[in-house]
């Protein structure tokens, strides 16, 4: 998986977590956290990577 891919994914995960009722801010932690444990990366370098893009 690339940077894209899970940039993209990201973005797909906090938009799911928003339709459920969570705002924009708790949802995208919330995202990056999901993602950091599905696929076993640091959640320091997602939030790195989401805050420079």
């Known amino acids: 998986m690339n940077t ?4 993209i994914y ?3 995960k906090r938009e799911e977590f928003v339709l459920n009722g969570l705002n ?3 949802a ?3 995202a990056t956290h999901a993602i ?3 696929y076993h990366i640091c959640s320091a370098s997602i939030t790195k990577l989401v ?3």
Request: hydrophobic residues 35%.
């Open 4 to 7: 894209l891919d899970i940039l």
């Open 10 to 12: 990201i973005c797909e």
């Open 24 to 26: 924009g801010q708790d």
């Open 28 to 30: 995208l932690s919330k």
């Open 36 to 38: 950091a444990k599905e």
């Open 51 to 53: 805050n420079l893009s």
